[in-house]
């Protein structure tokens, strides 16, 4: 339905992103179903562990073939600009995740908010007011209305 | 009558005011989250689901909560169609036609009180719809075994496929990516590790609450991360709501007619909402003729597709609550939270835990009249929200997302994987391959490959089994029939709007 109404607007022929999606799914398909040999079956069952993923890989390569030679349409795809913030984010993010631990949440989601405010485009200002304000709503969610717990500061414990 | 009895003890579990408070609580953020653009009801209840985990909330009140901002998501969606002309979910599409020529000739006001009012019937059609047809699917269900319920799998797929209005290739190559990606984890039945690649943290399969919240939350940032000007938005006097009741009345057959067509379209699987509205709108359109003046600030034009949509949601929850296969992609979430929770969906559901079952129809119905309320006098504070900027909204999105997500573990694990299944989630959709097949795939793998061994290890390993019996053979032609009215349906939906 969405595809119908915009169906000039934003899209392009998909030949090369539908074809490298297709030699991937293939690519995923032939190792599942090389990897679902090594299941062996057991316990008498009529049906081993690997007989269902080969099930699903074979139409899954048939229909990634398909694709391969029947392209169709993609949405327009982003330029280098946004594909430069798309992949800054996803490193805020990545990070994010690997030092919330180490760090606390209070100082890993401050940085963390602060420059994904950025990424989306405010300036410093708004980015440093509204960051601090939804780290501190956050932490105030989670741990005091919710009662989860988040990562303390080490060394420091309250 | 024993549904009757059944709705006084769902009342009594719905009016407890724990559960109260939640589907309050659910209407009101529901509202708000379907009426920022680019939020549906999936992202939305996606979002909520670590949420509800934290809460540690009883099944029955998870449930009730979620359910009301799936609500409140159908009601909020019409918002940004009339207010800024982009549909705040899918189904909010049809909306933007009538709605948002009405706004501009300074009737927002009138188009936002028809809506909800058109909204407020077809969710209400819908219930008395839930608690009449689900016991009786339920009765027909019962006698289902595993072979029947591979075929109704089957069934899910193939008109989730058919209706999806897409390719049909990628529709399916959608679902089988998601079945393969269901088959990770330990075998259930015999132990043994697949796909693992010795990751601990895989042995239990991919988290499903992970992957929907990668695929819907993270996907829709990176997506708004193309374009981060935003547009333009001129802003309009909306005046009050409270004239649209009495418009609505006059529009009170469009909205009968509306109502019961997306009822009709929100029961069958693969269809949903988006079906519902388009067809009661474009039905609408056809019933009135000339003299209506659909496209150009038609009252009916507003009031046909919010009926259908929210009909079309209610009638999605029977198939998700009585056969454990959901219809679209918010009740496969639901079904998410359920089967997460222990709790499996099906004809068992209705016998062992009525009180749960009853006590959410209740709910709808009462949030229904909350949302009622949120809608009609209170409307205009919803319509401030949407001019929240973009950069605060959406860093706050993700990190709901990353918070709720990594609360559930405390585990970067899962994190990781949450980012990944974002990226997954937006090449798909740059892709147009459909993101909601790979969800019902790696949600019903496990249960269709379990009933595929059972019927196998019941049969002795003779793969006739799956199509000996009557009612699996109907619902493979059932399929069959959807399929193809699929395709008519895509063709029919070109053929309009080009």
């Not at chain 1, 690997?98 to 209070?106: E, H, I, N, S, W």
């Not at chain 2, 939640?22 to 529901?30: D, Q, R, S």
């Amino acid at each position: 339905m969405s595809d119908a109404s915009q169906e000039d607007a934003g899209r392009v022929p998909g030949v090369i992103g539908d074809r490298i999606a297709g030699a991937l799914l293939l690519a995923l398909a032939v190792g599942a179903w090389w990897l679902s040999h090594d299941l062996e079956s057991g316990f008498m069952q009529p049906i081993g562990p690997g007989e269902y993923p080969r099930l699903i890989s074979l139409p899954l390569a048939a229909l990634s073939l398909l694709l391969i030679l029947k392209p169709g349409f993609n949405q327009r795809w982003p330029g280098r600009a946004a594909l430069l913030r798309q992949a800054l984010t996803l490193l805020v993010l990545a990070c994010y995740a690997g030092l919330v631990k180490p760090l606390g949440f209070l100082p890993a989601s401050l940085a963390a908010v602060i420059l994904l405010i950025r990424l989306f485009g405010a300036a410093w200002k708004s980015a440093l007011i509204s960051g601090a304000v939804l780290t501190l709503a956050l932490y105030a969610l989670f741990e005091f209305v919710l009662g989860m717990p988040l990562p303390n500061i080490p060394g420091l414990d309250w | 009558m024993d549904i009757l009895a059944f709705l006084a003890q769902g009342f009594a579990v719905a009016l407890e005011p724990q559960n109260l408070f939640l589907a309050v609580v659910g209407c009101v953020i529901g509202t708000l989250i379907g009426a920022l653009p680019g939020l549906g009801p999936v992202n939305g209840v996606a979002l909520m689901i670590p949420l509800s985990f934290n809460f540690s909330l009883p099944a029955t009140g998870a449930l009730i909560l979620l359910v009301s901002v799936y609500y409140g998501c159908m009601y909020g969606g019409r918002i940004s169609s009339i207010v800024l002309n982009i549909p705040g979910d899918e189904p909010a599409m049809m909306t933007t036609l009538d709605g948002y020529p009405m706004a501009l000739q300074g009737r927002g006001g009138e188009a936002l009180g028809v809506s909800a009012v058109a909204s407020f019937v077809g969710a209400g059609v819908a219930t008395v719809g839930l608690a009449l047809f689900a016991p009786l699917l339920v009765q027909f269900a019962i006698r289902f075994g595993p072979a029947e319920y591979f075929a109704l799998f089957v069934l899910a797929f193939a008109t989730i496929g058919g209706v999806t209005g897409g390719s049909l290739i990628k529709s399916f190559l959608a679902a089988f990516l998601g079945l393969l990606l269901g088959s990770v984890g330990i075998d259930a039945v015999s132990g043994v590790p697949r796909y693992t690649f010795g990751l601990y943290e895989l042995y239990d399969g991919i988290d499903f609450i992970v992957a929907l919240v990668g695929l819907f939350a993270i996907s829709e940032c990176l997506i708004y991360l193309e374009d981060i000007r935003g547009t333009s938005r001129p802003t309009l006097t909306l005046g009050s709501a409270i004239p649209g009741v009495r418009s609505a009345g006059r529009c009170a057959p469009t909205i009968a007619r509306g109502s019961l067509i997306g009822f009709v379209a929100g029961v069958l699987p693969g269809a949903g909402a988006a079906l519902g509205s388009f067809l009661a709108y474009m039905l609408e359109k056809r019933w009135v003729g000339r003299e209506g003046r659909f496209g150009l600030g038609d009252p009916r034009g507003v009031a046909a597709p919010e009926a259908g949509n929210n009909a079309a949601a209610g009638g999605a929850l029977i198939p998700m609550l009585s056969l454990g296969i959901p219809g679209s992609g918010t009740t496969a979430i639901l079904l998410a939270l359920l089967l997460s929770m222990n709790i499996t969906p099906g004809p068992l559901l209705f016998e062992q835990q009525p009180e749960m079952v009853w006590g959410l129809v209740a709910a709808l119905v009462i949030g229904n009249f909350v949302l009622l309320v949120l809608n009609v006098p209170l409307v205009s504070l919803f319509a401030k929200v949407l001019q929240a900027p973009g950069w605060f909204l959406m860093p706050m999105v993700v990190m709901v997302a990353f918070v709720g997500v990594y609360s559930l573990n405390n585990s970067a694990f899962d994190l990781y994987m949450m980012l990944g299944f974002g990226v997954l989630g937006y090449a798909l959709r740059k892709l147009e391959i459909p993101t909601v097949p790979v969800v019902l795939g790696l949600l019903l793998g496990g249960q269709m490959e379990f009933n595929l061994r059972r019927a196998m290890s019941i049969s002795g390993g003779d793969w006739s089994i799956l199509w000996s019996s009557g009612i699996s053979l109907g619902i493979y032609l059932f399929a069959v029939t959807l399929i193809v009215a699929g395709l008519v349906y895509s063709w029919v939906v070109r053929g309009r709007l080009r």
